[in-house]
Each structure stands twice: as C-alpha cells, then as structure tokens.
C-alpha cells in the first residue's frame, strides 16, 4: 500500500511540475497587424458546388 501511495504522489506532483512549468514557459506572441481592419472574403468561382 504504501508503494501506490508513493507513486500516486509522485504523479501528481510531476503532472503539477509540467504545468506550472507550460504556464511559466508561455510566452503569448503579439498580434500582428491591424486587428481592426475587415477584409472581404474572395469571391467563389463556383458557389453551386
């Protein structure tokens, strides 16, 4: 009992390790370009198909 134990804490402290480090680690890129601006969509050769 006390190996399963073990490893049960073991899991859960490497699951909460990888997710504190993705959290640190995550670096949100800046957007590009005009947010604002609205571009029309291309029109379809062929809307029937």
């Given at each position: 009992?006390?190996?399963s134990t073990?490893?049960?804490?073991?899991?859960?402290?490497a699951i909460?390790?990888?997710?504190?480090?993705?959290?640190l680690?995550?670096?949100?890129?800046v957007p590009t370009?005009d947010i604002?601006?609205i571009?029309?969509?291309?029109?379809?050769?062929n809307?029937d198909?």
């Open positions: 009992m006390f190996r073990l490893l049960k804490a073991l899991v859960g402290i909460i390790a990888g997710a504190i480090l993705v959290i680690k995550d670096d949100p890129a370009g604002n601006r571009q029309p969509l291309p029109e379809q050769s809307p198909r």
